[in-house]
């Protein structure tokens, strides 16, 4: 052993980062990019609702919560903790346009988009992490451009001409937490329909033109559902967006969006290159300020905890969070303004379903 | 609770859930940077592939503080994104070095960390009844004390160099570059910092000192 691997396994070590640290952090970041996002003026729009539930989430105490925004207390139940119930609803099943025919043999899809939004993002990925991905835009979409990119061209996708440019990655590492090196890309864009531009985005054994060609050419207009869904919701609330690279949906109220709802269900943490901890169902809970001791409890038949709780940095800021992990240890959240009761939370939660 | 629709089974699914990879992978770091140039938000995802990575290397430096340095971190790398130039450098060493220099502002409180580890370390403590168990803690905690004092003993600039390669795993090159030194300069820094902490071990120093790692 030599003093450097010395170092690695018996210097000095530190906690691991916690879901509430992650989260403020990100958070911190999120309002920083807001603040910088108004001052630039982006190409892309900020979404209805999302403003507010950015400021809302700065020192959220929940992954959960940090990607969207999540938790604002407004309203007249935010002062009424009554468990008088809201009404719930049937939510309408979240899905892609366009489907793969024939599916892609041992590939998992994930899914991006936002209600109403034309834009969206399918990912097809091996287990490794490589893969590619679908990315819809109602306009023209530049080609990438970047150090490592070594051909370009057009092609016919479908008898229609697509561009492409091909390249190396030096290193790639993966969401699989799998890192590799000299790994082919390509990318592949075209204007598959009046208004409907696709690029396809490849790596690995995808990061070659006529294997993403072949995928492109088996592309049909047949919507496919995503992976995580959201079985209820209370009357008046609509889906806002979905990010499953997050784990998380966000659901608002269509009246004041600034009241909004997160459900997430991140898959178990990967071992590989860098450390990744998902937590676990009691880490998740007590990643929180709570108000009342957590309650155990199930959802869908598997063990779980609820808890009303506080912004750690806005005691006036409370929320309630279920948390509850599928078999192969997929970790599930909700998390809800305060104006909801525990039973509203436990029922839109038996309501998820996660079936990537 | 009114119920206006039966809702869905949220039963198991009939098989477990695989990995999933991020669907938006495909923009490499660097893109990412670039496109956040005009598109802020874009650098959210740097901070997802990223924190855990720039967070332990914190956390060993600063322990708790790295809670709050993972922050300011990531806050600084987005304020000078627009001085990012992907072909010095890669995203992950680039958000090292900055977390580098973000510690440099609280080297007293690492000083006194790393101090506090070895004083600790020197403690009796209680191994609890496994033989065997006990014989691996103890060997642990012979040399963690003295890794940690030979830590605080360092010059800052050295232990920076040092711990990029050590916890970082940078290379070389890439320490040189987020340091802004010669590599040279990082070659000589290395050297003491190394030659120092096997002083610093002496006689619990389990290494074999012809193991070197390859010059990188």
């Not at chain 1, 999120?30 to 700065?58: D, N, Q, W, Y």
């Not at chain 2, 629709?5 to 770091?29: C, F, I, K, Q």
């Not at chain 2, 973000?102 to 009796?124: C, D, K, M, N």
């Amino acid at each position: 052993m030599n003093d450097l691997q010395l170092l690695r396994d018996a210097g000095p070590d530190g906690a691991p980062l916690s879901p509430a640290a992650r989260s403020a952090a990100r958070a911190a970041l999120l309002a920083e990019i807001e603040g910088a996002g108004m001052r630039t003026a982006p190409r892309r729009a900020v979404r209805k609702g999302r403003t507010v539930a950015l400021r809302t989430c700065l020192g959220a105490a929940t992954a959960a919560a940090a990607w969207a925004g999540a938790v604002a207390i407004a309203g007249p139940d935010a002062t009424d903790p009554a468990p008088r119930g809201m009404t719930l609803v049937a939510v309408d099943e979240i899905t892609f346009p366009l489907s793969l025919d024939p599916a892609p043999a041992g590939m998992t899809p994930s899914f991006t988009g936002s209600a109403g939004d034309p834009e969206a993002i399918a990912g097809y990925s091996f287990p490794d992490g490589t893969g590619f991905a679908i990315y819809l835009s109602p306009t023209e979409i530049p080609p990438g451009d970047g150090p490592h990119h070594t051909d370009s061209g057009t092609v016919a996708v479908g008898g229609v001409d697509a561009r492409y440019v091909a390249g190396v990655t030096p290193k790639l590492c993966t969401m699989a937490n799998v890192c590799l090196e000299d790994v082919p890309f390509a990318e592949v864009i075209w204007e598959r329909a009046p208004g409907q531009w696709v690029r396809l985005s490849g790596d690995g054994a995808h990061g070659d033109v006529a294997a993403l060609v072949a995928v492109g050419e088996s592309l049909v207009d047949r919507p496919q559902p995503i992976n995580l869904q959201v079985g209820l919701a209370p009357a008046g609330w609509s889906v806002v967006d979905w990010h499953e690279s997050s784990g998380a949906i966000g659901v608002a109220s269509d009246e004041d969006p600034t009241r909004s709802l997160t459900v997430q269900c991140m898959p178990e943490a990967p071992a590989g290159a860098t450390e990744m901890d998902n937590g676990s169902v009691e880490r998740r809970i007590a990643a929180v300020t709570a108000l009342d001791p957590p309650v155990t409890t199930t959802v869908g038949g598997r063990p779980a905890q609820v808890v009303h709780a506080a912004d750690y940095l806005d005691a006036e800021l409370r929320f309630w969070l279920v948390a509850w992990e599928l078999p192969d240890g997929a970790l599930c959240t909700v998390q809800t303004p305060e104006g909801f009761t525990r039973a509203d939370v436990l029922a839109i939660a038996e309501g998820v379903t996660y079936e990537p | 609770m009114t119920f206006t629709a039966v809702h869905r089974s949220a039963g198991p699914p009939p098989e477990p859930p695989r990995l999933r990879a991020l669907p938006d992978a495909a923009p490499t770091d660097a893109a990412l940077v670039a496109r956040s140039i005009d598109d802020p938000a874009e650098f959210a995802a740097l901070f997802d592939r990223h924190a855990t990575t720039v967070h332990r290397y914190l956390a060993r430096r600063v322990g708790d503080l790295a809670d709050d340095l993972l922050s300011e971190t990531f806050l600084v790398a987005f304020r000078r994104r627009a001085a990012y130039r992907p072909e010095h450098l890669e995203v992950r060493p680039w958000l090292l070095g900055i977390a580098t220099n973000v510690v440099r502002g609280h080297q007293r409180s690492e000083r006194r960390r790393y101090r506090a580890l070895a004083r600790e370390a020197g403690r009796p403590q209680d191994h609890g009844d496994d033989p065997a168990d006990s014989g691996d803690r103890l060997a642990a905690q012979a040399l963690r004390g003295p890794l940690a004092a030979a830590l605080a003993g360092l010059k800052p600039r050295d232990r920076d160099a040092l711990l990029l390669l050590a916890w970082g795993q940078l290379r070389y090159g890439e320490i040189a570059a987020v340091l802004d030194v010669p590599v040279g300069t990082v070659r000589s820094r290395l050297n003491r910092a190394r030659r120092q902490t096997r002083a610093a071990l002496g006689d619990v120093s389990p290494f074999d000192p012809t193991s070197e790692e390859d010059d990188r």
